[in-house]
């Protein structure tokens, strides 16, 4: 599996170094847990290169900005990944980095570049074909793992379907998704954890969606849905729950489990972990 990461450190005069991890994007997120003097250590333990990895080979990335003290990342696997402990993760991230401003990349290496002034389509691959997840049975083996890789889209007030989250959002297939879902599986109500979701009201011609990890032109999607009005909720899933009429209950979140899973998986990573 693809493991790549691309990480940045901006100078404070504005000048800035590239870096290619080839192992290092699994885990991205606890290793930056570690602090902004452990986490620049590790970095430039890398090799400096210029090969930006475009938003299809970039599974994470980290840009410090050591003047702005800005750090701005993405992961697609890790604890702020995952539902349980995406606040969690994110709240430590912010204690770690005390003084900081952490923010997250939805756009993926895009987004790194636009914060540098680059132009974000050299990591752009608009001619690709679209990748889309296969629509999942209610009793799919997928589904019984506690966190199940999947993005859940409902459609008005009573239909639920669920798509394997291992390539393009759904989001990106544009009104062609309602034509996909046309006599697919439906869930019923989906109660599982997601990492990805859409919900579509026909009759308004409205579409909102949400991801924790980042999807490529993630600020450009109401090109892909002409004539409808797109909202992009980022990270806050609550959104989808509140307009699915009941379709889309996650599970509820106990936020000091959650802090104490990641601090545990961050001591695994420090115990364990082979450097990039």
Not at 121 to 136: C, H, N, P, Q, Y
Not at 167 to 190: K, T
Not at 239 to 263: C, K, M, T, Y
């Amino acid at each position: 599996m693809a493991d790549r990461a691309n990480f940045v450190v901006v100078r404070e005069s504005g000048a800035y170094e590239l870096y290619l991890s080839r192992f290092g994007a699994v885990g991205i997120d606890l290793d930056l847990l570690a602090g902004p003097t452990e986490a620049l250590s590790m970095v430039r333990r890398l090799r400096v290169d210029d090969w930006w990895l475009d938003d299809v080979l970039c599974q994470g990335a980290a840009l410090i900005d050591l003047g702005r003290r800005v750090l701005l990342m993405f992961a697609w696997e890790g604890p702020s990944a995952v539902m349980r402990h995406r606040a969690a993760a994110l709240e430590l991230l912010r204690e770690a980095w005390a003084g900081w401003d952490v923010r997250w990349a939805y756009d993926g290496p895009a987004e790194l570049r636009t914060y540098l002034g680059l132009d974000p389509e050299l990591v752009r691959d608009r001619d690709r074909d679209l990748l889309v997840g296969a629509l999942l049975e209610p009793d799919a083996e997928d589904l019984a793992d506690p966190e199940p890789m999947i993005a859940v889209v409902t459609v008005g007030s009573d239909r639920c379907h669920v798509v394997a989250n291992v390539a393009d959002h759904p989001i990106r297939e544009g009104p062609s998704l309602l034509d996909r879902l046309v006599g697919a599986p439906e869930q019923g109500i989906c109660r599982m954890p997601a990492e990805a979701g859409v919900h579509v009201d026909p009759v308004r011609r409205r579409v909102g969606w949400w991801v924790l990890g980042a999807s490529a032109e993630a600020y450009e999607m109401s090109r892909r849905w002409p004539g409808w009005t797109v909202e992009f909720w980022k990270d806050r899933w609550e959104e989808h729950a509140r307009l699915s009429s009941g379709q889309f209950q996650p599970p509820l979140i106990d936020r000091e489990r959650a802090l104490a899973e990641v601090r545990a998986a961050l001591a695994h990573r420090r115990e364990t972990r082979i450097r990039p």
